[in-house]
């Protein structure tokens, strides 16, 4: 049997150039996901990088008369209320993370088990995510005023009322907003664990039950590692955004109770230094990238560290 086609394909060996097409196929399939993932890594450069190198550079004084220098840092450091930011923030992070975490475990427990009207529990805890931050903060402050709804409550009770916002008390302001961040964004955490646990059998708990876990076991042991991927999304998220709370303290308490972001609008708006406000605000990304690199450490999973 003859071979058929032009003599310059019968006279080529076998196997000549597949490696070549071979190699090309290889190479486009490894390229794909990056071409895939290129326009969004524009568009994060065009709409963070250059924000965020524009904003160190304003920090050292790029562009300004006096050139590169780290004068609005010691302005900064040097500014009493900037450290009692500092605490504000830090203290609101440490009570409202846990808090809102122990609720937002409970409520997506509570609905998991599917009581009656589970929906409208799901669909009322979720109304503070259509919210603005600065109508929260009104809302929590026309019941924390002196003469606001919790207080006008407490005195037809035969309880005198408290001067919630007190400049003098630090521990009845920051009690006021963590209250108030607790109302407005525990929901997104409520959401996030949800979808973690439609996203995680059930078979491995119901398995524990027919062992004869109890109830803590199994969500210690079963529930909660099952979760950890959620749970770490919620606290990155949770962190971070609670390093940029302002809108409900600032309705609450103005800057009787500063806090790290305040002080950016602090600075530029009022005092008119857009150079103290960017170094406000790379603290403030810094200590966020830290904070979310650390809980990535803490929070991986151990055939992840294996790999």
Known sequence: ?????????????????????????????????????????????????????????????????TGFTDAYWDRMAGDPVFWAAVRNTLLLIVVLIPVQFCLGIAMALLLRAKPRFS?????????????????????????????GYLNSLLEQLGIAGVDWLNYQSTTKMLMAVVIAELWRSTSLVLVIVVSGMQMTPRDYDEAAQVFGATFWQRLRHVTLPLLK???????????????????????LTGRQ?????????????????????????VVVLGVSMVTALVYLRLLRSPDAGAR
């Not at 008119?272 to 605000?281: E, F, L």
Request: hydrophobic share 55%; aromatic share 14%; no cysteine.
């Open 1 to 65: 049997m003859s071979i058929q086609g032009p003599p310059e394909e019968r006279d080529k060996p076998v196997g000549v150039g597949e490696p070549s097409a071979a190699g090309s196929r290889s190479w486009r399939r490894a390229a794909a996901p990056y071409v895939l993932l290129l326009p969004s890594a524009v568009f994060m450069l065009v709409l963070f990088g250059w924000p965020v190198l524009s904003g160190v550079l304003q920090a050292f004084g790029y562009g300004s008369a």
């Open 257 to 281: 109770f500063p806090l790290l972001i305040g002080e950016t609008y602090w600075w530029y708006v009022q005092l008119n230094d857009p150079n103290v406000a960017s170094a406000v605000a």
């Open 119 to 147: 929906g409208v529990y799901f669909y009322l805890w979720a109304v503070p995510l259509a919210i603005s931050d600065l109508a929260a903060g009104l809302v929590w402050l026309s019941v924390f005023t002196d003469r």
């Open 229 to 251: 991927p959620s749970l770490q999304v919620a606290l990155i998220l949770r962190t971070i955004l609670a390093f940029q709370a302002f809108a409900v303290a600032q309705a």
